[in-house]
T-cell receptor
C-alpha cells in the first residue's frame, strides 16, 4: 500500500529534550515536506526537500532541523524543543513531476511542557 | 506575495445544499491550485486540483471555478452530505519555480442532516 508513515504518532516531552520525528514514504517520491498545523493558522511549511541531500527552509523553520540522506526518509529534528513547538506535525511527499499533489502522513501530535 | 487567502473560516450547510469556499492569491507565478480535504484525526488528502489554463474542473459533486484575471478560485460542493463535513484547504504552487506549496488557513465545513 502506498503510504507516508510517521513515528511516533503522539509524543509528550519536556523543554530542551532533543527529539526526532521520523517520516518514511514507499512511493519513490523525490519531494518531501514537513508542516505544522495550529488552530486558526492552517498548515505552515517547516522544511522541504526536492531530492536527496537537497533541503530548503519553509515558512517557519526556526527551531527545527531536517536531513535527507535517503530518498524514502525525511526526519524532523527538534534539538531543544520549547512549548511553542507544541503542535500537530505532518509529513508529506510527492513526485517531482507534480509537487502540488502531496500525500500526507497521519500526523504526529507533539506536546512540549 | 506568497499568501493564499481563504474564506469563510467556517461554514454550516444543510444536507442537499451547496457549499462554496473561496480563495484568492497574489503571486501570478502560481500554476497549480489543489484543494485538500481533512477529516478529524487524519492527514489532509488531495481532493481536486486545477491549472490556470481552464476556468472550471468538475469531479462528481466537487467543482473548482477559476478566475485568472481576478486571481481567485473557489470550491463548490453540490448536494452537500454529512460525510462531506471536514476542513478544506485551498493551496497554490509554482511547479518548476519555488515549488513551495502555500496553503490557505482552512474552512471547517459542517453539513447538518
Amino acid at each position: 500500500e502506498a503510504q507516508v508513515t510517521q513515528n511516533p504518532r503522539y509524543l509528550i516531552t519536556v523543554t530542551g529534550k532533543k527529539l526526532t520525528v521520523t517520516c518514511s514514504q514507499n512511493m519513490n517520491h523525490e519531494y518531501m515536506s514537513w508542516y505544522r498545523q495550529d488552530p486558526g493558522l492552517g498548515l505552515r511549511q517547516i522544511y522541504y526537500s526536492m531530492n536527496v541531500e537537497v533541503t530548503d527552509k519553509g515558512d517557519v523553520p526556526e527551531g527545527y532541523k531536517v536531513s535527507r540522506k535517503e530518498k524514502r526518509n525525511f526526519p524532523l529534528i527538534l534539538e531543544s524543543p520549547s512549548p511553542n513547538q507544541t503542535s500537530l506535525y505532518f509529513c508529506a511527499s510527492s513526485p517531482h513531476t507534480s509537487p502540488g499533489e502531496q500525500y500526507f502522513g497521519p500526523g504526529t501530535r507533539l506536546t512540549v511542557t | 506575495q506568497q499568501q493564499v487567502k481563504q474564506s469563510p473560516q467556517s461554514l454550516i450547510v444543510q444536507k442537499g445544499g451547496i457549499s462554496i469556499i473561496n480563495c484568492a492569491y497574489e503571486n501570478t507565478a502560481f500554476d497549480y491550485f489543489p484543494w485538500y480535504q481533512q477529516f478529524p484525526g487524519k492527514g489532509p488528502a488531495l481532493l481536486i486540483a486545477i491549472r490556470p489554463d481552464v476556468s472550471e474542473k468538475k469531479e462528481g459533486r466537487f467543482t473548482i471555478s477559476f478566475n485568472k484575471s481576478a486571481k481567485q478560485f473557489s470550491l463548490h460542493i453540490m448536494d452537500s452530505q454529512p460525510g462531506d463535513s471536514a476542513t478544506y484547504f485551498c493551496a497554490a504552487i509554482s511547479q518548476g519555480g519555488s515549488e513551495k506549496l502555500v496553503f490557505g488557513k482552512g474552512t471547517k465545513l459542517t453539513v447538518n442532516p
